[in-house]
DNA sequence: GTTGCAGTTCAACGATCGTTGCACTAGACT
DNA sequence: AGTCTAGTGCAACGATCGTTGAACTGCAAC
């Protein structure tokens, strides 16, 4: 068959991200993922040795395949514009359209995951430790790219700026539907293409404006 | 004497917000903050009623006050500014000052509250619902302040850019670290005097860029 | 056919959870 | 003095939690 079956431990996996995702790690229990996923309480400590490593898993199965598309994508906009370095706009593009574009079109799964990541990126806890080790060594590239692109930047602005963009894709990937509420139905959180198409200018503006600043 | 002691239901209010902040609604057990508050485990039950009352009652506590110094700011800078509409700057000032000043000068209660803030904002549990109960009403005296400061903006850009904005906001109130870690210690996570020279601008510029953006 | 082992199932452990019923205390009021 | 009541303290409830040990399954190796 050109299709294998989802093996426990992705079935595992899977029920882990949506569940965790929707009600955080502590709201959410063992019983409530074995039952999601159709498979034995035990297996759990069985495949992963407990619920945190458990979380780990679902946090890294996607972060690597996410880094190096984001790296692939910046990579592709340096080389276009090379040799001057690429564009705040591009590497800004770069940084984003992987999440929105997988969000868009690479399943449930992603979504999950990206709802996960803005929860996980915002808590105080332990699981923030896992993003740093996942996610900073891309991120650094990334920085360094942004201020390449900002010639009269100070790197503390740019550092800031980072610091602002993320916080602004987080909390979008969120979907929180407040957006919905205050917008009366105008907008809508889930509507990745408004997002796509607005996220990467308000940034990019942001980021020639702290640029510009006079300390 | 001039200062009354703390009530028992001010205690658990305290304790509580000090908890939930660090490790959220379920990582929080009524045990530790009872604890932490120096009071019988069940007089929450008596005071509030249970776990989530409690829990809204945190959140709605500092939230009228923040609302009415936000207001009043917001009122400020419209006088100022009048018969023309305020700029964009001065209505994002309004917004962001209040909570930076609190956090600066206001004890280690409102630390808490702003840490709390941003795990709810960004959690897609039941809490937001409060969330939305507290702050709509004034968030939407802002949105149309930042309508009128942007004359060439579409209503739908300025919605996202508020979206932008506050996840900009709560990522900076919740403190990660990674700022700190990302830069090699150039930023500290809580250098509030840093953010609030630069959260301000670079909202503004990206506002304004948003603004401009073709369609 | 037997052995071995990765994978699975079942039942139960001790711990901790939010909540509650009841007795007790102290101050206000008659 | 006697009565009432808001507030507190104590102990326990049933439920659910993460984890574990032991038995069982099916398939591969020899």
Redesign the pocket.
Known sequence: MARSKR???EKLLDAAEKLFARRGF?G??????TGEAG?????????F????P?FAAVLERRGAVLNEERLRRLAEVRQAAAPRPASTEAVVGAFFDPILDFLAHAGPGWHSYFTLLAWVNNSPEWGRRLMSKTFNDTVREFIRALIDSLPGAAPEDVFWGYNFLTGALTLSLAETGRLDILSDGLCRSTDVAALKARLGPFVAAGLKGLAQRQA
């Open positions: 093996t426990t431990k502590h959410t229990s063992l019983r409530d993922i498979v034995d309480l035990a297996l759990v400590n069985y495949h040795g407990g619920k945190k458990l």
